[in-house]
């Protein structure tokens, strides 16, 4: 059966919903009790982040709810995409502590020199290259950053990471990420 808020809620059970996907986005705010009501019976709740503009579904985390499967699996990251994700998280944090509002973007090149400065001097360039750039798509897939759509190397950073990578935990992992590679590297 069709419902008014049948929009935002398919979108909500594919994934992340931003403010940019004006449609959805404005039909979620119209419906979000019938949504929070009718996703409740299922055991989800709704995170809506209105002033940083996404919203998604989590699983509750009762002993009611221990018993029922998972929605999303948690998956490990490799140490390029851990990486990546740390760097674009630091780079959100000082971007915001500059007193910056709106969007914020992040260059194609940054991205390089930041993911550079945790790796070996390369012997093969193009392999390197290849290693960030996988790690930048599935970044991109997963949530966290989305090509500008100008034709320019810039990514738009979404503030849902805020909510995945803690900004407390930033310096000392990419600490412990840096001690890592320099072991990994200095095996090899």
């Not at 007193?99 to 930041?114: A, E, L």
């Not at 935990?169 to 320099?182: C, E, F, H, P, T």
């Amino acid at each position: 059966m069709y419902r008014e808020y049948s929009l935002s809620l398919i979108s909500l059970l594919k994934g992340i919903v931003y403010d940019h996907q004006k449609d959805v986005w404005d039909n979620l705010l119209s419906y979000e009790p019938d949504i929070k009501k009718y996703i409740a019976a299922l055991g989800l709740e709704l995170w809506l982040d209105k002033s940083e503009g996404y919203a998604y579904l989590y699983q509750a985390e009762s002993e009611v709810e221990a018993s029922m499967p998972k929605l999303a699996e948690k998956r490990q990251l490799n140490f390029h995409v851990s990486l990546l994700c740390l760097l674009t998280r630091r780079y959100l944090l000082e971007f915001d502590a500059q007193g910056g509002s709106g969007k914020t973007t992040i260059n194609h090149q940054d991205i390089v020199n930041g993911m550079q400065s945790f790796m070996p001097n390369a012997a093969d360039e193009a392999k390197q290259q290849d290693k960030i750039s996988a790690s930048i798509n599935k970044v991109i897939e997963i949530g966290f950053l989305r090509k500008m759509e100008d034709g320019s190397n810039d990514y738009e950073i979404h503030r849902i990471i805020k909510g995945f990578v803690k900004a407390d935990v930033v310096d000392d992992m990419l600490k412990k990420l840096q001690a890592y590679a320099g072991e990994k590297y200095n095996a090899d």
